[in-house]
């Protein structure tokens, strides 16, 4: 079983970022949303300031039903960038799923406001 592991993990990890950016995207693509976090994990945690993989990361989580971490990650999207609009939106989502409207609800009009769209929710 330990062998399995190990080569599960030297799969998931195994490339450049740029190999393993590109084989995140494929299992998202796929719909494979728990492979892509997988391999978009260990990304992450290699080049934390990127937003992209930790925004495809995300997006990742919350189509499988991760829903805590897809709320951790959006959170650092967003405290470092306040005006990333998609991040809004799916921490909006992402806490409407959690049935936190309340909080949903801020965060879905500032990204609405942010696309131009202030009358839509």
């Known amino acids: 079983m330990e062998t399995t592991e190990t ?3 030297t799969y998931y990890d195994h490339g450049t970022p740029a190999e ?15 492979g892509a976090a997988r391999v978009l994990a260990g990304l992450v945690e ?4 990127q937003t992209g993989p930790r925004l495809l990361l995300a997006r990742s989580y ?4 991760q829903l805590r971490r897809a709320e951790a990650e959006l959170r650092v999207i967003v405290e470092r960038d306040p ?3 998609y ?3 799916m921490l909006g989502r992402t806490l409407q799923r959690q049935a936190r409207h309340g909080e949903a609800e ?7 406001a942010l696309a131009g769209d202030p ?3």
Do not use: C, K, M, N
């Open 87 to 89: 991040a809004r939106l």
């Open 106 to 112: 801020t965060h879905l009009r500032i990204a609405a």
């Open 62 to 65: 919350y189509h499988s039903a």
């Open 20 to 34: 393993r950016w590109e084989r995140g995207q494929q299992f998202f693509d796929a719909q494979d949303y728990a």
């Open 119 to 121: 009358g839509e929710e």
């Open 46 to 49: 290699e080049v934390p300031e």
């Open 83 to 85: 005006v990333e609009h």
């Open 7 to 9: 080569t599960e993990t």
